[in-house]
């Protein structure tokens, strides 16, 4: 989790910081970015699949056998 936390404050908070007028901007802010986090993010370390993609990919590995 840190780990996670320290990406998503370099990735979408450090520099944008005063963009966010209220909390719940911020707030939607985050919900924003834990979904492109989970969902689309490309990574290396999945072969160029974005972890649903790739979560996907096994599910359906499994499925076939």
């Given at each position: 989790?840190?780990?996670f936390f320290g990406v998503m404050k370099n990735e979408m908070f450090y520099g944008h910081e005063y963009e966010f007028e209220t909390l719940e901007?911020?707030?939607q802010a985050i919900?924003?970015?834990?979904?492109y986090y989970n969902q689309k993010r490309i990574t290396v370390k999945l072969k160029g699949l974005s972890p649903y993609?790739?979560?996907q990919q096994s599910y359906n590995q499994l499925?076939?056998?």
């Open positions: 989790m840190e780990n901007e911020l707030e919900i924003n970015y834990i979904n993609m790739y979560r499925q076939l056998m």
